[in-house]
């Protein structure tokens, strides 16, 4: 356990961050993982971890189930589950997801709310918001939950482009009323100019330190498969993946690559209902 513990200060001190669950990149769906995050202008994302008012594009009931382990370390595995429900009304998610090891262990529970609506301009505006409760637990040390509001939108300002914006801990939460939680600004532009291609571009800006510029792009080489490649730049880094798309069911795989600490996979599992 202490080799687990000087990896992950190794870890921390070579990423530079606070805290390596906020640098976490390894979130939100292999697909995300594959487009290097750009995702903020992505519609109808089941995760929508980059923004909330992507669930306002889901038309079907769909479960996903993903797994990733950050340079192949077991004590940096991460895993998450979400359901997204379309209603007439409203698209309402839930999700579950935990990351760490046996000494430290960081767990998210979240409830979401997205809605779209036609303007004048008849192009969706979609808005979505997410209450997530964010848990720590740390041997020795004890525990610590505090919920975070996150909040987004995505507009299409022509069929075949769409602006994303979204904030996350906008409610300013802090752990035991002391260190602030990361709060998180990102724009995004998604461009589509067939159903077989996508090229998206973000832009993260977390308080205190320099932005991500991400950039992911997806072509769906056959009526089946999709090829991504992506890259961002803090930390900076590749990906790369792939999604396999057979009836009801949805396989998405991708790796990233980090300049200095190396290769980590993501898996995730999708089922529409």
């Not at 594959?34 to 479960?63: D, I, K």
């Not at 997410?130 to 720590?136: D, E, G, I, P």
């Not at 801990?169 to 709060?183: I, K, S, Y």
């Not at 510029?213 to 991504?228: K, M, N, Q, S, Y």
Request: charged content about 15%; glycine content about 10%; hydrophobic content about 50%.
């Amino acid at each position: 356990m202490l080799k687990q513990v000087h990896i992950w200060l190794l870890v921390v001190a070579t990423l530079g961050w606070a805290g390596i669950t906020h640098a976490q990149t390894l979130e939100g769906g292999a697909r995300a993982v594959a487009l290097a995050g750009a995702t903020t202008a992505l519609s109808a994302e089941v995760w929508a971890h980059a923004n909330p008012a992507s669930w306002a594009g889901c038309q079907r009931p769909m479960l996903s189930f993903m797994v990733s382990q950050a340079y192949g370390l077991e004590a940096l595995r991460l895993g998450a589950v979400t359901y997204v429900h379309p209603t007439s009304p409203a698209t309402f998610a839930l999700g579950v997801r935990t990351f760490g090891f046996e000494d430290f262990r960081e767990t998210h529970l979240w409830l979401g709310l997205a809605k779209a609506f036609y303007p004048a301009s008849r192009r969706p505006l979609r808005l979505g918001l997410s209450l997530r409760y964010q848990h720590v637990a740390l041997t020795r040390y004890g525990s610590a939950g505090v919920v975070g509001i996150w909040g987004g939108l995505q507009a299409e300002v022509f069929p075949w482009l769409a602006l994303g914006l979204a904030a996350t801990n906008v409610n300013a939460p802090r752990w035991a009323g002391r260190e602030a939680l990361p709060q998180t600004l990102a724009i995004g532009l998604a461009y589509q100019p067939s159903n077989r291609f996508q090229l998206l571009l973000d832009v993260l800006q977390t308080m205190r330190f320099a932005p991500d510029f991400r950039v992911g792009i997806e072509v769906w080489a056959l009526p089946v498969l999709a090829l991504r490649a992506g890259s961002g730049s803090l930390p900076e880094r590749f990906t790369a993946g792939f999604g396999i798309a057979l009836g009801a069911l949805e396989a998405d795989i991708a790796a990233e690559h980090h300049a200095q600490l190396g290769w980590s996979p993501a898996l995730s599992l999708s089922l529409r209902l």
